[in-house]
């Protein structure tokens, strides 16, 4: 086993990134999905054939986690619970890739009900507060392509 890539700016970027710190800072979303990881290879090449699976899928869910907490979470501003919405599908692609046994299908399939149900209840509360061009909708899509 690989010791994480650099564990204290993960749990930073982390945290910057479940309370919205940096709202005009999108970026830092792909930055931290890309290293709040199991080791190095999983910030190269996203998947690892170093760690166990279990490890990679135990860091993909927290981000999952993470930012579904971001998203849900009223104090966050607005728009960077939307920004979030719009990654949320990158931790659920990844898991897709490595998921290797009945068990994890059906975690993973939880998670995608959890994003379904849960983007259905963002977008009714956006509705009068933001144009049409919802975030929510667009994940839609982007689950409906995921399940293919
Ligand atoms: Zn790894």
Same mark, same amino acid.
């Given at each position: %086993?690989?010791? $994480? +890539?650099? $564990?204290?700016? +993960? #749990?930073q970027l982390?945290?910057? /990134?479940? @309370?919205?710190?940096? $709202? =005009?800072s999108p970026a830092l979303i792909n930055e931290w999905l890309a290293i709040d990881r199991c080791c190095y290879q999983g910030f190269y090449h996203g998947v690892c054939s170093t760690c166990c699976i279990k490890e990679q899928q135990? @860091?993909?869910?927290?981000? !999952?986690?993470?930012?579904?907490? +971001? /998203? &849900?979470?009223? &104090?966050? $501003?607005? #728009?960077w619970r939307c920004t979030c919405l719009d990654h949320i599908y990158k931790p659920l692609f990844n898991? *897709? *890739?490595?998921?290797?046994? =009945?068990?994890? *299908? #059906?975690?993973?399939?939880? %998670?995608?009900?959890?994003l379904a149900l849960m983007s259905s209840y !963002?977008?009714?509360? &956006?509705?009068?507060?933001?144009s049409q061009q919802s975030a929510a909708s667009e994940t839609d899509n982007i689950l409906e392509n995921l399940r293919k």
């Open positions: %086993m690989v010791t $994480p +890539a650099t $564990p204290l700016l +993960a #749990q982390r945290k910057q /990134v479940r @309370y919205g710190l940096s $709202p =005009d135990s @860091y993909l869910e927290l981000q !999952f986690r993470c930012l579904l907490e +971001a /998203v &849900l979470d009223e &104090l966050v $501003p607005l #728009q898991l *897709k *890739k490595i998921c290797n046994d =009945d068990d994890s *299908k #059906q975690r993973l399939q939880t %998670m995608f009900s959890e !963002f977008n009714a509360s &956006l509705t009068g507060l933001i």
